[in-house]
């Protein structure tokens, strides 16, 4: 009996989900709103699906349907990659300790 | 061209460093390498991704075009931004995770050939319904956001959208979609892969519009997992473990958050779902209608008040959002520091409209971080505190949470500012907070209201001061 790859690929998914949980609590609440920015960036990573989407010609022509999903797909993923990233950038360049005397 | 075994592993690495990217954001120190190796997984992702595709055709222009396009309006939108949209922002950003995930099941769809998933009208039974869920999910997280972005915009009104059998309709409906996959999955039939994606689209409007403004940091949230989940399918589909890592970070993240704002709230997740709550309705319920004295006062009796002091603890709320009043407010605490009088700042975890919203406009008006603290850290020190300066928040502190078993807020974790020697209230009006419940630290003998804009009243207290 072969185990099915499906059965590895779900077993990543659950333990990325217990790295996640444990990784999250770990979080301070402060860092909250850069949580979910980076988080949506990182979500991004659904380009590649979208690139693949984008590259793919059985037919030769490069714009059949499936094509320009793959373009509009590449579009609003790179938005949320470099939109992501640099926010959460510029959110945390902000955060600072106490530079002068105490009081 | 790589080979298949070579690209899963670079996914995989790609899949750490996001993982280390979440890790980073434990403490503001390591947040910004944490960012970077963000970055660098998703430089990693898109690279291999690039070097898997074998025969590369013209439209490796297009892809490149294309990124440039979505990258320099991403960039543009990341700089441009002020601080206090960054709820929306957000929200905004989800949406588009959402409406990506579903492109890409679609286009996955019609060429499954490109994704080894057999050919059209005979796809594959489990990609089939990956890809389902990846679509149905991407596209309920889209409408969802859309909604959420437009009531935190103000383009919609934030209070909640109600209709008779609303409960119902959305049951039908989330039921109907597993029927159109099993339809889909039984026939193939490109018709079922629509609609299902076409009422996937309604469910998200459905779901957000009865949910009122103050339950926005649950709402943007749980969107922030269903984003993560839709990734998730994604990657099941696309047999890619950067995505499936990815989507199920982003996923128990996002669950996180709303079970961490629900608990600030101490209400359950599926009551905020329900939604309804913080109406017009309650509004006009819960007001008492005989007028109680309430003391008020102007910069100058806040500003005597609080030089006076020797110890103050800021309570900022979404008023101050709503004012900008952020930096006008660092600028009052200087001045107070100047006197030798000790200020910290006290964050509720449900202050705002997302989670650590007030941790971000605090740090963008140069407040340092570790004079901002949470509920459980500062809570006690209220007791021993000469003067509360509540700028902006209002149910989060009202004493009713812990006192009235009839309020609607009973129980909700509050910061104790009415056990301070006294409390000055800046605040528009004495009309009641998003809950909709009447605050009676307004009445107290012990309270000072000033009402004015948030902004204009601190900076008047700044020159009095």
């Known amino acids: ?103 | 061209m790589i080979s298949a075994n070579l690209s899963a592993i670079f996914y995989l690495i790609s899949g750490i460093l996001f993982i280390l990217a979440l890790r980073g954001l434990s403490s503001p120190e390591t947040s910004r390498q944490g960012n970077f190796f963000g970055i660098l997984g998703m430089i990693i992702a898109i690279t291999v991704t690039f070097l898997t595709v074998d025969n590369l055709s013209t439209a490796i222009n297009y892809v490149l075009l294309f990124l440039v396009i979505g990258g320099a309006i991403g960039a543009f939108i990341a700089f441009k931004i002020p601080m206090t949209a960054m709820p929306e922002l957000v929200a905004g950003f989800h949406s588009l995770v959402g409406l990506a995930a579903v492109f890409v099941a679609i286009s996955a769809f019609l060429n499954p050939q490109a994704f080894n998933l057999g050919s059209p009208g005979d796809i594959k039974l489990a990609s089939l319904i990956e890809m389902s869920i990846g679509a149905a999910v991407g596209a309920i997280t889209f409408s969802g956001s859309i909604i959420a972005f437009l009531k935190l915009r103000g383009i919609m009104s934030g209070s909640p959208i109600t209709f008779i059998g609303q409960h119902f309709v959305n049951l039908v409906l989330g039921i109907s979609i597993f029927v159109l996959i099993y339809y889909l999955c039984t026939t193939q039939s490109e018709s079922f892969f629509w609609s299902m994606i076409a009422i996937s689209f309604l469910i998200g409007v459905l779901l957000i519009i009865p949910i009122g403004g103050a339950d926005m940091p649950v709402v943007i949230s749980m969107l922030n997992s269903y984003s993560g989940w839709a990734a998730a399918g994604i990657g099941f589909t696309l047999e890619n473990t950067a995505l499936i890592i990815t989507g199920a970070l982003v996923g128990s993240s996002g669950a996180i958050l709303s079970y961490i704002m629900c608990k600030g709230m101490n209400r359950s997740f599926f009551s905020v779902i329900l939604g309804g709550f913080g109406g017009d309705s309650t509004t006009g319920k819960e007001k008492k209608k005989d007028q109680k004295p309430v003391k008020s006062g102007n910069a100058e009796d806040a500003a005597f008040l609080l030089k006076n002091a020797s110890s103050v603890i800021i309570v900022p709320g979404y008023g101050m959002a709503v004012a900008q009043a952020q930096h006008a407010l660092r600028e009052m605490v200087d001045a107070l520091k100047k006197n030798d009088i000790k200020v910290s700042y006290a964050v509720h975890p449900v202050a705002g409209r997302m989670p650590g919203h007030m941790n971000v406009l605090l740090a963008e008006a140069n407040v340092p971080y570790d004079e901002v603290f949470e509920l459980d850290d500062i809570n006690n020190d209220f007791a021993n505190t000469d003067v509360a300066f509540v700028i902006g928040a209002n149910d989060v502190t009202n004493p009713v949470a812990k006192t009235d078993p009839q309020s609607p807020i009973y129980g909700m974790p509050i910061l104790d500012v009415e056990k301070c020697k006294s409390v000055l209230f800046v605040k528009r009006s004495l009309s009641p907070g998003y809950a909709g419940v009447d605050n009676e630290l307004f009445y107290r003998e012990n309270t000072l209201m000033l009402f004015a804009d948030a902004k204009k009243m601190t900076e008047d207290i700044v020159k009095n001061i």
């Open chain 1, 1 to 103: 009996m072969e185990i099915d790859p499906f059965i590895f690929r779900f077993s990543i998914f659950i333990l990325s989900i217990f790295v996640g949980y444990y990784v999250v609590w770990s979080v301070t609440p402060s860092l909250h709103t850069p949580l979910m920015s980076v988080t949506n960036a990182i979500s991004s990573v659904i380009i590649v699906g979208a690139i693949i989407a984008a590259l793919a010609s059985s037919s030769g022509n490069i714009f059949e349907t499936s094509n320009i999903f793959g373009f509009l797909a590449i579009v609003l993923a790179a938005v949320n990659i470099f939109g992501g990233f640099l926010v959460t950038q510029r959110m945390l360049q902000m955060y600072k300790k106490k530079k002068k005397d105490k009081k």
